[in-house]
């Protein structure tokens, strides 16, 4: 949710009325409980224009939307069991209503990354990456980086090689969180480990941290380190980078390397990355991306791989922020 839409949706809860704000609350992630329940501390000074124009959209919205797929899950789970009993319905709906069995991970997200690394910390590393890859990526970050180096490391190094678990290996998890998987004891639960969750975690690190469990990975396996890196910026990535970093990009960056590369990027990145030019090199970058035709989706990326050696240099030099990292930059 955008910034805008959070303060929208503060705006919208705080004028319908304490049940009604409740009740909206309920269906709500805990992440955006508390960005929202932040936002609406901040609210001050609303004119009635303000106020009017937020129904306004809401009401546009609302009328698009109809009541088919609300509480889909219930309605599956009970159709299921109904025709195929118990025994056959479990494995089938442990396959297509993701998340329906993870109450103790559940809580796990409305408490701080303090906490959570106080309840889990000692626990074994393969538990407590078993646990850490159901949450978000910021979240997981501020649990690592509460724990020691040690255990730290080993954690992200089980999450990169996480690809399923048996139900029977999560037993040891009742020790620190209610019952994690139900239904059918016997089907393979399938999580999001691997590469790209490990590189989603780390790239919410503080560099220092961030390069310490790098090597310790790569002492253990340099293919996945890398795997690891290449994984945790990607070229879409760069709309995260402020306009100041675009524009010192943009002056290390060959014309024609950049137009190769932008065929395969979003148009919000390449909105981005023309707002951070003159309105001329725009206007030309813009009809020379028209004037090139399709290119093979190798060149493309084997540009936009060129490019991004070139960011991470720069961030390692200390000239860009990348990521979630904007607050160590230019310092």
Request: net charge negative; proline share 2%; with cysteine.
């Amino acid at each position: 949710m955008s910034d805008a839409g959070v303060n929208k949706s503060a705006i919208l809860l705080m004028t319908i009325g304490e049940n009604e704000a409740a009740e909206v609350l309920k269906h709500l992630e805990p992440k955006e409980v508390q960005k929202i329940s932040a936002a609406m501390v901040a609210l001050k000074g609303l004119t009635r224009s303000e106020i009017s124009g937020v129904f306004e959209e809401f009401h546009q919205l609302a009328s698009r939307k109809t009541t088919i797929g609300m509480n889909s899950s219930d309605y599956i789970r009970n159709m299921l069991t109904r025709a195929l009993g118990d025994d056959k319905a479990a494995g089938l709906i442990d396959r297509i209503l993701h998340g329906g069995d993870t109450s103790g991970i559940e809580s796990l997200k409305w408490m701080d990354a303090a906490s959570i690394a106080e309840l889990i910390g000692g626990e074994h590393a393969q538990i407590i990456a078993t646990i850490l890859v159901h949450l978000e990526p910021d979240l997981c970050a501020e649990v690592l980086e509460s724990l020691t180096e040690r255990t730290r490391n080993d954690v992200i190094l089980r999450i990169a090689t996480l690809d399923g678990v048996q139900p029977v290996a999560l037993k040891e998890l009742n020790d620190v969180l209610t019952k994690l998987l139900t239904g059918n004891a016997a089907a393979k639960k399938r999580i999001k480990g691997g590469s790209r969750a490990a590189a989603a975690i780390l790239n919410f690190m503080g560099g220092a941290l961030e390069g310490s469990v790098i090597e310790a990975v790569r002492g253990y396996d340099p293919d996945l380190a890398q795997k690891i890196i290449d994984e945790m910026f990607v070229f879409d990535n760069l709309i995260d980078i402020d306009d100041r970093g675009i524009q010192l990009i943009l002056r290390e960056i060959q014309s024609e390397s950049l137009i190769v590369a932008l065929k395969g990027a979003s148009p919000e990145l390449r909105e981005k990355i023309f707002k951070n030019m003159s309105q001329r090199a725009a206007e030309m970058m813009r009809e020379d991306l028209d004037a090139k035709g399709p290119v093979r989706l190798s060149e493309v990326e084997a540009e936009q791989k060129e490019i991004l050696k070139i960011v991470r240099r720069m961030a390692d030099e200390g000239q860009i922020a990348m990521g979630g990292k904007a607050d160590e930059a230019y310092v």
